[in-house]
């Protein structure tokens, strides 16, 4: 019905950044929310920012001065600018949007996650 397919993931060196883009596709009416969760191994799965249509962007305090989640309602794409990266940020993250389809009815989604690692 929906599929998410996520980008911009890798290795990168602490202090360093990256761009990660979700985009949504399918059976689309509009889109509630979109945001990006991260998994570490052995850890539960966190939130590190959300955008919800119409209103203001919230995050983790753990990245809160560093990330910067922004959204394309145009392409259904969801971005999440990391800067100062350091160790703590290496995780799988994973894209989750909050979808009405076109046949009604509100839906989560999650994407296949990406890898970021940081390490020197």
């Known amino acids: 019905q929906v599929q998410l397919v996520e980008s911009g993931g890798g290795l990168v060196q602490p202090g360093g950044s990256l761009r990660l883009s979700c985009a949504a596709s399918?059976?689309?009416?509009?889109?509630?929310?979109m945001g990006w969760y991260r998994q570490a191994p052995g850890k539960q799965r966190d939130l590190v920012a959300r955008?919800?249509?119409?209103?203001?962007?919230n995050y983790a305090d753990s990245v809160k001065g560093r990330f910067t989640i922004s959204r394309d309602n145009v392409k259904n794409t969801v971005y999440l600018q990391m800067n100062s990266l350091n160790p703590e940020d290496t995780a799988v993250y994973i894209c989750n949007a909050d979808v009405r389809l076109v046949t009604g009815g509100v839906f989560g989604f999650w994407g296949q996650g990406t890898q970021v690692t940081v390490s020197s």
């Open positions: 955008i919800i249509s119409g209103g203001s962007p």
């Open positions: 399918g059976s689309i009416f509009s889109i509630a929310a």
